[in-house]
C-alpha cells in the first residue's frame, strides 16, 4: 500500500510542479491583468536575471512558453519575438545551436511580415552570435553584415559600430590581421567622435592583442595601457585582459618594475582560474628569458591551483613544464620525478 502511496505522491508531484514554476513567472498582481503585461513582465525579468546571471534555464523556458502562448492569442508581434530572441539566447548558452537558431528564425520570420527593420536587426544579430559561438565564422560575418545593413537604413551609428567590432574579433581569430586592423581601427575612430567609451575600450583591448600577435610589442602595451589609464570606468572584464597582457608584454620587453607593478594588479582582482592561467602565462615568459627558477615558482603556483580546481588537463601541461624547467637548470633527477607524474595523469 504505501508503495502505491509513494507513486502517487511523486506523480501529482510531477504534475504539479510545472504550475509551482508557472507561478513564479509574474506576481498575483498582475496575473488577472492584460496578457501584454505579463510577457514583458516574464521577458523583463529574464533579461534581468541573465545579466546577474542567477537564472534556471528550465524554469526560464517554462515562463518564456507561457509567454509565447500569450503572445500568439494576442497576436503580439513583439511579445513573440521577444520571447523567441529569448529562448534562442538560452538554448545557445546551453550549447544547443541548433534549437537556438530554430527559435530566433521564428523571431526573424515574425520581423520580416510585420516589415520591422529593428526587430530583423536585431535577430539577424543574434542569429550571428549563435553562428560564431558555433564556429561557423563565415555565416557569423554573414549575418552580422545583414544586421549593419539594417541599422544603418536606421541610422543607428551605436548598433554599426559594435557590428564593426564583432566582425573585426571574427577576423582576428582567423588570424587575418590585414582586415582586423582596418576594421577596429575605423571603430575605433567613430567610438571617439561618438564619445562611447565601452567601444573605444574594446578597440584598444583587440588592437594590443592583434599587435602582441604580430610581435609589435611596445605598440600593444601602448593599447592596453591607454585602458588602464583612462579617468572613466572600464568594465571589469576589459580591466582585468588589460593588466594581464600588460604584465606579460612588460615582462617581455624588460620593464621588470611595470610588468611586477601590473601583475600585482592582475592577481588581486582575479579567480582561482584566472590566477592560475596568470601564474603559468609568467611562467612561459621567465622560462623563454631563461630564468628557470623563477618560472618554476609560478609553474608551482599555478600546478597548486590545478589541483584545487581538480583540472586533470592543466595540471598534465604544468608537470610537463615543471620537468623541462628543472632539466633546464640541471637538475635532472627531479625533473625525471615530474616526467612520471606527467605520464601517470595522462594515462
Known amino acids: 500500500m504505501k508503495k502505491y502511496y509513494l507513486i502517487f505522491v511523486i506523480q501529482f ?95 526573424l520570420k515574425i520581423a520580416d511580415s510585420t516589415n520591422n527593420i529593428k526587430n530583423q536587426a536585431r535577430m539577424l544579430n543574434s542569429l550571428g552570435i549563435i553562428e560564431s559561438e558555433r564556429g561557423d565564422v563565415e555565416k557569423a560575418i554573414e549575418y552580422y553584415l545583414q544586421s549593419k545593413k539594417a541599422w544603418t537604413i536606421k541610422k543607428n551609428e551605436k548598433k554599426v559600430i559594435g557590428l564593426d567590432i564583432n566582425i573585426a574579433c571574427l577576423y582576428l581569430d582567423q588570424k587575418n590581421y590585414d582586415k582586423a586592423a582596418v576594421l577596429f581601427t575605423k571603430s575605433l575612430s567613430k567610438a571617439k567622435q561618438l564619445n562611447i567609451n565601452k567601444y573605444k575600450n ?85 622560462y623563454f628569458q631563461k630564468f628557470y627558477g623563477e618560472a618554476l615558482e609560478k609553474y608551482i603556483l599555478a600546478l597548486n591551483l590545478a589541483k584545487n580546481l581538480n583540472d586533470a588537463f592543466f595540471q598534465s601541461h604544468l608537470y610537463e613544464k615543471i620537468s623541462n624547467a628543472y632539466k633546464s637548470k640541471g637538475n635532472y633527477e627531479i625533473a625525471w620525478e615530474y616526467f612520471d607524474k606527467f605520464k601517470n595523469i595522462n594515462d
Not at 498582475?30 to 546571471?53: A, F
Not at 529562448?87 to 527559435?103: S, T, V
Request: charged content about 25%.
Open 13 to 107: 508531484l510531477a504534475l504539479l510542479l510545472p504550475t509551482l514554476i508557472l507561478g513564479k513567472c509574474y506576481p498575483d498582481s498582475i496575473s488577472t491583468k492584460d496578457p501584454k503585461t505579463i510577457v514583458k513582465h516574464i521577458t523583463n525579468e529574464i533579461i534581468e536575471d541573465l545579466k546577474n546571471s542567477n537564472i534556471s534555464f528550465y524554469e526560464a523556458k517554462l515562463c518564456l512558453n507561457e509567454a509565447i502562448a500569450f503572445s500568439h492569442n494576442e497576436g503580439y508581434s513583439y511579445g513573440l519575438i521577444k520571447s523567441y530572441d529569448l529562448m534562442g539566447r538560452i538554448h545557445r548558452l546551453e550549447g544547443e545551436f541548433d534549437e537556438a537558431k530554430k527559435y530566433v528564425l521564428l523571431g
Open 202 to 286: 574594446l578597440c584598444y583591448v583587440n588592437l594590443g592583442i592583434l599587435h602582441n600577435e604580430l610581435g609589435n610589442f611596445n605598440e600593444s602595451l601602448k593599447f592596453f595601457e591607454t585602458v588602464l589609464q583612462q579617468e572613466y570606468e572600464v568594465s571589469g572584464y576589459l580591466k582585468q585582459k588589460a593588466l594581464t597582457y600588460s604584465s606579460t608584454i612588460a615582462l617581455k620587453l624588460g620593464y621588470t618594475e611595470k610588468a611586477e607593478k601590473y601583475f600585482s594588479l592582475a592577481i588581486a582582482v582575479k579567480d582561482e582560474r584566472g590566477r592560475m592561467d596568470l601564474y603559468n602565462s609568467w611562467g612561459d615568459e621567465l
